[in-house]
């Protein structure tokens, strides 16, 4: 890409997160963007449609490093307890720019959860092609995801070492069972 192209777009990746920082994603407008990012209008919808194709980019950006930092997300299948630790430890790696795309609000889990949802699952069955009609395996790994992510963030603020352990424990118990 443009080194030109790319400083725009990191310009207003900057912009939007620390305007994204201190107010809900409906009233950022672009004026006020592109002014923070130093930039034109003309130049924003060159690179984006409005606000939100920005933070949807912006979204499966930051869900796609967070599952290139998942080492097995296979262990979903295979071994869900350490899946957890592995999915939890991603959420802590990535920091703070979770925090500020997908705000703690049962809404905006819910976007990310889903959306974490179907990439894992592209994930593992890109690996394990069998697995993808599935409705059991489906529902599986869609109950581990949904389920670890939400809790984590929930309450990851309060002691992540034991919200990670609990959760790893719960699972393994549940898979036991």
């Known amino acids: 890409m443009d080194r030109r192209i790319q400083r725009t777009r ?30 034109s209008k003309q130049t924003f919808y060159l690179h984006f449609q409005d606000i939100y194709d920005l933070s949807e980019y912006l979204e499966n950006d930051a869900l796609l490093s967070l599952i290139g930092d998942i080492p097995n997300p296979e ?27 997908f705000p703690d609000d049962n809404r905006s889990y819910g976007v990310l959860t889903n ?45 992540a070492a034991m919200v990670i352990d609990t959760l790893a424990g719960i699972i393994d118990r549940a898979t036991r069972a």
């Not at 979903?76 to 990535?94: D, G, H, V, W």
């Not at 593992?124 to 109950?143: C, G, H, Q, T």
Request: charged letters at 25%; glycine letters at 2%.
């Open 115 to 159: 959306k974490l949802d179907a990439l894992i699952k592209e994930k593992i069955y890109d690996a394990r092609p069998e697995f993808r009609d599935d409705l059991a395996k489906n529902v599986e790994v869609s109950m581990f995801v949904q389920g670890c992510a939400y809790t984590f963030l929930k309450y990851k603020d309060q002691d």
């Open 10 to 39: 990191n310009s207003l990746f900057s912009a939007f997160i620390e305007l994204r920082a201190t107010k809900p994603v409906e009233k950022i407008t672009v004026k006020e963007l592109t002014e923070k990012a130093n930039i």
């Open 75 to 101: 262990y979903m299948l295979t071994n869900p307890a350490e899946a957890s630790r592995q999915l939890c430890n991603a959420f802590i790696n990535q920091g703070h720019l979770f925090s500020i795309l």
